[in-house]
């Protein structure tokens, strides 16, 4: 079982930035695909962001290519998101994923997770 933590959200005015991290119990964190989704009022979670288990591939949603970057530290078992030139349409819950597998490639669907945080609530205000 592993145990994933958020933290680092809040409220921020558009055009700044916020650095989320993500920290996971258990010792087999270095050899799982990472992951943020985020989830806005009324609608479904969606993909932000993956990474996988070496860190040197990542993939991120259109919405926010070019603004968010994905990183991890193996040897604090934490994964970071640092998000600038926030928008209001970024605001939402964000999640943070992991997946047992392995991939040399980053997973982007929901069903292709295995453990869940309960999230930080970032809200951009305009």
């Known amino acids: 079982q592993v145990e994933l933590v958020e933290s680092g959200g809040g409220l921020v005015q558009a055009g700044g930035s916020l650095r989320l991290s993500c920290v996971a119990s258990g010792d087999t964190f270095s050899s799982y695909t990472m992951g943020w989704f985020r989830q806005a009022p009324g609608k479904e979670r969606e993909f932000v962001a993956a990474i996988t288990w070496n860190g040197e591939s990542s993939y991120y949603a259109n919405s926010v290519i070019g603004r968010c970057t994905m990183s991890r530290d193996n040897g604090k078992n934490t994964v970071y998101l640092q998000m600038n030139s926030l928008k209001p349409e970024d605001t939402a819950v964000y999640y943070c994923?992991?997946?047992?597998?392995?991939?040399?490639?980053?997973?982007?669907?929901?069903?292709?997770?295995?453990?869940w945080g309960q999230g930080t609530q970032v809200t951009v205000s305009s």
């Open positions: 994923a992991a997946a047992r597998e392995a991939t040399i490639v980053p997973l982007t669907s929901t069903r292709e997770y295995d453990y």
